[in-house]
């Protein structure tokens, strides 16, 4: 069991590094064509990337059509239920030979396809809400700014997931937010240059919506994480490929009639991207998200809300280190310091929530021996 359970919190890890690696690419290309006005398109970017996930779908789709043409009818429902089945029975063949699949606790039941679909479409609204308000406040504030108020979506997670029973607090927990919080202050404002650029030319009162709107975005990050990390549990419990496909969808049907009226009070214009760059820069994008937020919410299951928020602020360091290889911008001593204050905070809360999620699987086993 512990064996497992560390190959999972591995697992874990892993993808997280591989959603820092691409959030920060992806920070880098959207900056190309904010800067320079090519495409300041936020929320049709957004819609874009999130209806793109309805691909997740692709395969079963492709098996409906597939019995349609073969048996002349389809069964999207059986499908999908198939689709669940099938993938559980691979995690089920994973599972401990020492603990009975008839012993498994409600806690551990799969979602049936009602509550997956169902769990798609809240997700959505939230996830779609905080990505959309987070790219949308690069227009009116600046990069540092947004940096550091998104930075508090590790208090936000702790203090909603203390709510729920998902995270409980502590205080190596509080201090490894502290330390986080301070680490990010720290390499945001070692860059004057980039951390004013932008303020100095802003009106107050578009600066002040900009940080607003990076604020509520770390808001709706901490509460959509939390509550995913509540009705989920387990990623053994849902199939993740359905999961972000019904989110895609329902993010393709329900949302394009905001982005005709966006379109119609004049806030944002409907326009597809025109030139080859912006194109291949939105495609790029595009497929980025596909694939590092499916491995987010992946690496949020496998270990705990609060290590993968606090562990994304190392995308800040890694961003800066771009900022001195490809556009030459030089790094201070206050860089290396807020980097390691960030990676000294991970590791803090990342081992404390190992122990703590090590601890209820020792108590849940010690609960069935009983």
């Not at 995308?315 to 030459?328: L, N, Q, S, V, Y």
Request: proline residues 3%; charged residues 15%.
């Amino acid at each position: 069991m512990f064996l497992e359970f560390n190959r999972r919190w591995t697992l874990g890890l892993v993808m997280l590094a591989v959603v820092i690696v691409l959030w920060v690419l992806s920070s880098f290309l959207i900056s190309l064509i904010f800067e320079n006005d090519a495409y300041r398109k936020p929320f049709f970017i957004t819609y874009f990337n999130t209806a793109a996930f309805l691909l997740y779908l692709l395969p079963t789709g492709g098996t409906i059509w597939k019995n349609y043409i073969t048996y002349g009818h389809w069964d999207v429902e059986r499908e999908l239920r198939r689709e669940q089945e099938g993938e559980r029975s691979v995690q089920d063949d994973m599972h401990s030979p020492l603990i009975p699949k008839d012993s498994e606790d409600e806690s551990q039941k799969r979602l049936s396809l009602g509550d997956t679909i169902k769990l798609s479409a809240e997700f959505c609204i939230i996830w779609f809400l905080a990505n959309f308000v987070t790219n949308a406040s690069l227009m009116y504030t600046s990069v540092a700014s947004q940096t550091i108020l998104s930075s508090t979506s590790s208090f936000f997670t702790l203090f909603v997931g203390s709510l729920c029973n998902v995270e409980s607090v502590n205080k190596a927990k509080v201090v490894g937010s502290l330390v986080s919080f301070m680490g990010i202050m720290l390499v945001t404002g070692s860059d004057s240059t980039h951390a004013f650029k932008l303020a100095e030319n802003s009106e107050g009162v578009k600066t002040l919506l900009g940080n607003l709107l990076a604020l509520a975005g770390a808001l709706l990050y901490g509460v959509y994480s939390t509550l995913l990390k509540r009705r989920i549990r387990d990623e053994n419990r849902v199939n993740m490929t359905l999961f972000f496909g019904f989110v895609g969808l329902f993010t393709l049907v329900l949302l394009w009639p905001v982005m005709v009226l966006l379109h119609y009070i004049g806030w944002e214009t409907f326009q597809l991207p025109k030139t080859p760059t912006v194109i291949t820069i939105v495609l790029f994008n595009c497929l980025i998200t596909f694939i590092s937020d499916y491995c987010w919410a992946s690496a949020m299951l496998l270990t705990s809300p609060l290590t993968v928020t606090v562990g994304l602020s190392i995308t800040i360091p890694f961003a800066m280190m771009g900022d001195f290889i490809f556009k030459h911008e030089p790094i201070t001593f206050l860089y290396f310091i807020g980097a390691m204050l960030i990676l000294g905070s991970f590791l803090i809360i990342n081992r404390q929530s190992e122990e703590e999620f090590l601890q209820r699987e020792e108590d849940g086993a010690n609960n069935e021996v009983i």
